[in-house]
């Protein structure tokens, strides 16, 4: 902590402006021997048996891929809203279809930023680390990452209608005679295996994200503005499977950063603001 002398003597010839701009830069700029938050959460996830990391739009974002809060908002004057859902198909297979191929398009010419790299390398070099991500762009698993969480679906897969058994398929375009992609197993009109408002996260994926969280020493949150509250619910899971594991005790301590450029509501214990490309491969440096 910096202690101000009770009286400090003004050099001759110094206005009070000057004076007190060196003053300023003599106390603040110098290094502190005090930890801050990033080497504290550095230290945490160094630590930390089990990780589970979190993340949201604004890490994609970073790559360049459109985000539903903002460029991606509106197509064709119809707001994301619109389209994402199953009336919305099954009112409109062939609409609902275009947007979803353009949105590959933009996807693919897209690719992993510094972030996702960071993760899919600090994930490799130790145990204990699980992705869930909100994501549907695939970027993850593009960086390196083996079998990510992918809660809300994949922009890269098809489920069929009958059976909504999936399948991958990376086309940008449909040769069928209807313009729509068929499964190979019953011959239906498949959609985009996205999870559509109105619907259930997919309960294998949620399960296991569910699993991760009660698991984890540290969740890492990244890039997501928590009006989505995948990530609330998750830290709410982990805090109240602590709280039933030891009701008469002090449950074991949960620690939630949280890295992301724009403020959120996503509740947490350390917060650093800023890109996530910048942050996260000094945060997860080996």
Same mark, same amino acid.
């Given at each position: =902590? ?23 830069? /003599? ?36 790559? $360049?891929?459109?985000? #539903?809060? $903002? ?53 490799? /070099? ?26 809300? $679906? /994949? ?8 059976? =909504?058994?999936?399948?991958? *398929?990376?086309?940008?375009?449909? *040769? ?23 619907? =259930? ?13 009660? =698991? ?28 039933? &594991?030891?009701? #008469?005790?002090?449950? &074991? ?23 996530? $490309? ?9």
């Amino acid at each position: =902590m910096i202690e101000w002398k009770k009286y400090i003597i003004r050099p001759w010839g110094l206005t009070n402006a000057t004076f007190c701009a060196r003053v300023h830069r /003599s106390l603040f700029e110098r290094r502190m021997p005090m930890p801050t938050q990033f080497t504290e959460a550095r230290r945490l996830l160094r630590d930390a048996k089990d990780v589970l990391i979190i993340t949201g739009a604004g890490i994609s974002a970073e790559s $360049g891929v459109p985000t #539903f809060r $903002g460029s991606g908002e509106r197509w064709r004057n119809r707001h994301f809203s619109e389209l994402a859902s199953l009336r919305a198909f099954e009112q409109d297979p062939r609409l609902i279809w275009e947007w979803y191929l353009y949105r590959r398009s933009l996807v693919a010419a897209c690719e992993p930023n510094a972030a996702h790299l960071a993760i899919a390398d600090w994930a490799k /070099s130790r145990r204990g680390v699980e992705l869930a991500t909100q994501n549907v762009d695939g970027l993850h698993e593009r960086a390196g990452f083996v079998q990510p969480f992918n809660l809300h $679906g /994949s922009l890269w897969r098809n489920a069929c209608l009958a059976c =909504m058994r999936e399948r991958e *398929d990376d086309s940008l375009a449909f *040769d069928a005679k209807d313009g729509l992609p068929r499964s190979p197993c019953h011959g239906y009109v498949e959609r985009p295996a996205i999870v559509w408002f109105g619907e =259930m996260l997919p309960k294998e994926e949620a399960d296991q994200a569910r699993a991760a969280a009660v =698991m984890a020493d540290v969740i890492l949150v990244i890039g997501t503005s928590g009006l989505v509250p995948t990530a609330e619910r998750l830290i709410d899971c982990a805090k109240a499977a602590r709280a039933i &594991s030891n009701p #008469f005790g002090t449950p &074991s301590p949960l620690v939630v950063i949280e890295v992301n450029l724009e403020p959120s509501h996503v509740p947490c214990d350390i917060r650093l603001q800023g890109r996530a $490309g910048d942050i996260l491969p000094r945060l997860l440096e080996r």
